[in-house]
């Protein structure tokens, strides 16, 4: 009987069951899309932040200082210390070597360069553009093209030459290795891509005009083993800069790792702070000085928090909206129905067998309901994701039971009331339609 | 009783008598009127608000000039364009050599207050015995903690380091002095400033531009990776607002639709008997419209004034700062609310008006 009833219910009442469905799907879609795009926006910010460049800075430990003014280096490359190229890569296997997004190792010295307009002083700088690298059995490419990204060139970009020591010494006579100008430099001296410079011995070839906003805009930049091999300083570096991903800075990341409980100390090892990963690059690099760069790792976790604090704000308010839309609908819909209520009980039935009845409905409603929203919301959450940030959101499969007990939580809230109130008046009075 | 007045009573009994009904249609448009208020008073403040969090970036823009010192006629009028969002450091540099080591170091005269605040993220270790601010690198690897004799040429003066910090840039390499003692010993004024905007992406580009053009022999350099960063992190964080925003709006709006339209469709007896007793369709159509024009004009202030502060609960509790309501919106929501329930109420009425009125109360 209670079957039939429900049964009967849907088939005849379609077009108020549809409504009902409507609204719970059309909630449902906006719960499961705000709560995708608010968890994963977090993600995302974060890989805009990149932008900002390297977060971490490794220099030589008994390196001398820099002496540096206005983007122009005043230091020989041969007074200073430099890390051993060929001990990077052990910056991929760190415990936090996922979150590593990449690397930039630099040498630089000022040189004398003779071009077809005269010669000129300027830096020689030695860089990774995107070096494919081995790290065990993974291979990878990094360079600053990836960690640089605000680094713009008119023209190509020069190929990196093979790891070191593979890469066998090229022939100073026919080789003319590619390099950049940066614009500055180019500006001055009427450098054009294509042209050719010399500098010790060698030849080589600018396949583009570099822009960078900073002191590289007046050096020539060229792949490292290039440079390495013209400064003669096989497999050294003086700095890396390295672009991770980590977690806001706490008053818990400002410990001294050495200071504290066994437990406690693996706690902070394994959280993707600056600082641990700054240690954990200090371990497999043990002349090296790893140093947050404070700018960038201080504020992005602030710029960070507060967009990810403003989505879940957001999120929040729509969820609230989108419940009370969905109770109203519901409740809407039963109040129409107090006639059937007051048929009901004058033909016996109980409160509890009435109430059983519409919050079975009420259930399967909000199941369907649920479901379709589900499939709509993430099919939002994946278009704003492509639209916006060019890769997909994903949506945890968690939040379809979130979804659903929401919506059955929802449903409820909004026929519990309606039912009550529509028991409430008699049978008799509501059934000659006075109520 | 004039039409007028039976028309007025007809519209308040039918919302008195059916208390809930009218409370579930008010509530259905106060929601949409509260969640658009809300996203759109965000939305229009949100730039403002997101690009004041990259203050602390430290300098986003540095002006040098190619040779000699900056002049007053210049850091006058850089002053006046960077006048309460901002803060402007003109800095000198010089090498100096410390005399007991010979280690060669870059030595910088600016405001020290200024420079600190310019750079907030800067981890500074206060020591309290000199004056100068020195790079976490120069404490390293000079004699700790002592006074050093730093050589400019024949001019030689001992630096008392005041506080040490760590900035992870080139800076922890170069030691700080008040720029009134640099200036009197190296006799080098500043041809750098440092300067950090706040304001939009385009305002920065707008301002440097505006600089370049009055002083072409100045170069001024937006700090590239900062104002990207900042472009980025704005737009795309405007967009998922906006975005996310329109998907709810929309959402909620359907269902209001939906629920406006089926509690009309619910009325079709009350419909039926104004017919029969004569009424004509303009006449049921208007006292249906009216009805649905007063409850969505009541829904969407109350929305409007419950989104707005919804908007300034979120600035304050996100952003430390209250996001102003935007009394710019209040015409566009009431009336979009008003339009919406008009239509959600009037539509269904045409489907009506093609049943007899008879057919309908013997519940055909």
Known sequence: MFLRLLFESFRRQKRRKSVALLAIALGMSIATAMIAVGTDIGDKISQELRSLGANLVITPIDDTLDVNIGGVNL????????????????????????????????????????????????????????????????????????????????????????????????????????????????????????????????????????????????????????????????????????????????????KDPDKLSPAMRDRWYCSPYANSIAYQIREVLPNARVEQVRQVEQNQGKVLSRVSGLMLLLTLAALLAAALAVSAAMAATILERRQEVGLMKSLGASNMAVAALFLTEAGFLAVAGGLAGFVAGTFLAHRIGHSIFGSSIIVHPVVLAVVIVAALLVTFLGSAGAVRKAMRFDPAVVLRGDA | MSRHQLLLRLLFKAAWVRKDRALTALISVAVVATIATAALTIYSDLEGKLSREFRGFGANVVVTKAS???????????????????????????????????????????????????????????????????????????????????????????????????????????????????????????????????????????????????????????????????????????????????????????????????????????FAVMKALGASNRAVNSFFAAEAALLALAGAVAGYVLGSGIAFWIGKANFDAAIPPQPLLLLPVLLGSVLLALIASTAPLKLLQQIQPAAILRGE
């Open chain 2, 68 to 270: 000699g010192p900056l002049t007053g006629d210049e850091l006058i009028p850089i002053n006046q364009v960077v006048e309460g969002r901002g803060e402007v450091v003109p800095v000198a540099y010089a090498i100096g050599t410390e005399r007991r080591s010979g280690i060669r170091v870059v030595v910088g005269g600016a405001d020290l207050d200024k420079l600190r605040r310019l750079n907030p993220a800067w981890s500074v270790t206060q020591l309290n015995q000199g004056s100068a601010l020195v790079g976490a690198r120069v404490a390293e690897k000079l004699s700790p903690g002592g006074d050093w004799q730093i050589a400019f040429g024949s001019a030689v003066t001992s630096v008392h380091p005041g506080a040490i910090f760590h900035s992870g840039s080139d800076d922890d390499s170069r030691i700080y002095l008040p720029l009134t003692d640099f200036e009197k010993l190296t006799n080098t004024q500043p041809s750098t400033a440092l300067i950090r905007l706040e304001g939009r992406p385009d305002e920065i580009q707008v301002a440097v531009s505006a600089l370049m053009i009055s002083f072409p022999e100045l170069e001024a350099k937006p700090v590239r990776q900062i104002t990207q960063a900042q472009a980025a992190v704005v737009g795309k964080t405007r967009s998922v607002v906006l975005a996310a925003s329109a998907i709810v709006v929309v959402l909620i709006m359907l269902c209001m639709v939906a629920t406006f339209t089926s509690s009309v469709l619910e009325r079709r007896r009350d």
């Open chain 1, 75 to 254: 230091k020989p490359a041969s007074e200073g210390a430099s890390i051993p190229e060929s001990d990077l890569v052990k910056i991929k296997g760190i415990f936090w070597g996922h979150n590593i997004k990449g690397y930039a190792p630099f040498l630089s010295n000022e040189e004398t360069f003779s071009g077809k307009n005269g010669s000129f002083k300027a830096d020689l700088i030695g860089t990774y553009f995107a070096q494919t690298l081995k790290y065990g059995k993974e291979q990878f490419s990094t360079g600053v093209r990836t960690v640089n990204p605000w680094w713009t060139v008119e023209g190509q970009w020069p190929q990196d030459y093979a790891e070191w020591p593979m890469w066998p010494t090229p022939d100073i006579a026919t080789a003319t290795p590619d390099v950049l100008a940066g614009g500055k430099l180019a500006a001055t001296f009427h450098i054009a891509t294509g042209d050719q410079i010399e500098v010790g011995g060698w030849r080589l070839r600018i396949s583009g005009i570099l822009s960078t906003g900073g002191a590289e805009d007046q050096a020539i930049v060229a792949p490292l083993h290039i440079a390495q091999t013209i400064l003669g300083l096989p497999n050294a570096v003086q700095r890396v800069t390295v672009s991770a991903l980590t977690k806001p800075e706490d008053a818990f990341a400002r």
